[in-house]
């Protein structure tokens, strides 16, 4: 009697469940600022003065009290001249001081004029325009005020960030320890760009796509990556490699061998040396998807085809990763965009349509749906989520995740 087979779970449902299991991972480096893009911030960045720390010019021009020029244009003598870095004397009552971007607002002075609006006649300066009080000045605190918590932990650092915490002194940043992960493909089809030539290639073969696009996605995770490279079509080779794996890394991936076929082995490897709780989730492309454990290390098989392993790597192992560093925004923005596309055949399972943004602000959609083309990806910009049992019209409206909301 054959083994029966349980239902394909709904992503949300499969997402919820493989979340629960993403632990944080322990420890925290210490890295320097310059390296820290992309890495996960562990701790609260609290600011220790005020961005910026005094009242300062915003352009090149002349500083002054409005209520000296009582008349436009009018003529106040240059007392002093203050660059960048430079102090600052208290403003003498009558007068305007020569000031460039971003040096200090004398005390006293209550508005900037842009140099533009004014002309310089030897000691004096004619002021062209009226300003108006607090014209081009920034504020002291203006970006960040003192005490003032700029960066949250479990924030994903950006270049902008970086830029932040240095305003603020940070030399160094608290960051999670990057997961660990080793990632191996299985089949005895695959071979290696660079190991045999396309027209010497043998009936049957391929080379192996995903694992470039994999271990890409995943050192854009911030993970540190051990490439195991192709595993056989054995189940012994299959097990061997899992076991190796599981002593040094928090995570195995794998792409192929997660089917049903006699010559899939990766259920029953993983069901030897641990157990699987997740197996075949309801959306297209990507339903062949394992999740369970290799001894205390988690396992992540993905399907073979290319679409199918590059879409459940953003919709499952992606929001996993980032949890396991500590991240609290995992689920990616989608916005409603007009469909210039019909799309008849409904689908039992929850579809993700590779599509491409126009310059009508529709979405087009490429014509091959195939889980094997991996062009799709390429020239798509995004992903139409849609649901079960959902035919599209031209011009209806449906969710788009752009390519760009995952795979920062």
């Known amino acids: 009697m054959s083994e029966k087979r349980p239902g394909l779970r709904a992503l949300d449902e499969a997402l919820a469940e493989l979340l629960g299991f993403a632990a944080l991972l322990p420890g925290i480096e210490t890295v320097p600022t310059f390296e820290a893009d992309g890495r996960v911030l562990a701790q609260d960045l ?6 910026p720390p005094q009242d300062n010019s915003s352009m090149d021009g002349y500083a002054l009290r409005c209520a000296d020029l009582t008349q436009i244009p009018g003529v106040l003598p240059v007392r002093q001249r203050i660059a960048a870095g430079s102090p600052a004397e208290p ?19 209550d508005a900037v004029v842009m140099q ?20 081009w000045i920034r504020r002291a605190g203006e970006d ?10 479990g924030e994903r650092l950006t270049p902008a960030s ?20 080793a990632l191996f493909s299985t089949g005895d089809e695959l071979v290696m760009p660079g190991q045999v030539a396309p027209a010497d290639m043998k009936p049957g073969a391929i080379y192996n796509s995903n694992r470039f696009f994999l271990r890409a996605l995943l050192l854009r995770l911030g993970c540190e990556v051990s490439d195991l490279g192709i595993v ?17 890394h928090d995570l195995i991936l794998t792409s192929g061998g997660v089917s049903v076929g006699e ?10 040396l641990g157990e699987l709780t997740l197996w075949q989730i309801a959306i297209k492309p990507g339903k062949p998807f394992a999740y369970g454990h290799v ?10 085809n290319p679409v199918s392993s590059y879409v459940t790597f953003l919709l499952l192992v992606r929001p996993f990763l980032l949890k396991l560093q500590g991240v609290r925004e995992l689920a990616p923005v989608s916005v409603q965009a007009q469909a210039h596309f019909d799309w008849p055949r409904a689908d039992r399972r929850r579809e993700f349509l590779r599509v491409r943004r126009n310059g009508a602000g529709g979405l087009d959609l490429f014509p091959n749906q195939s889980s094997g083309v991996l062009t799709s990806a390429v020239w798509g910009d995004g992903l139409v989520d849609n649901a079960p049992g959902q035919t599209i019209q031209h011009g209806d409206s449906v969710r788009f995740i752009s390519f760009a909301e995952v795979l920062r």
Do not use: N, W
Not at 116 to 135: H, M, Y
Not at 162 to 181: D, F, K, N, W
Not at 232 to 248: G, H, I, M, N, V
């Open 46 to 51: 609290v600011s220790g003065l005020h961005v």
């Open 91 to 109: 403003l003498a009552i009558g007068s305007a001081a020569r000031i460039f971007t971003g040096a200090p607002i004398p005390a006293g002075a």
């Open 116 to 135: 533009e609006d004014c002309e310089l006649q030897g000691d004096t300066v004619q002021i062209k325009a009226r300003p108006l009080p607090g014209q």
């Open 144 to 153: 960040v005020t003192l005490g003032a918590t700029v960066l949250a932990s």
């Open 162 to 181: 970086l830029g932040l915490a240095a305003s603020i002194g940070m030399a160094m940043l608290p960051v999670r320890r990057r997961p660990r992960v």
């Open 232 to 248: 056989p079509d054995r189940l012994d080779a299959t097990r061997e490699a899992l076991r190796a794996a599981a002593q040094a």
């Open 263 to 272: 010559e899939d082995h990766i259920k029953p490897a993983v069901q030897s």
């Open 295 to 304: 001894q205390d290390t988690h396992f992540i098989g993905l399907p073979g």
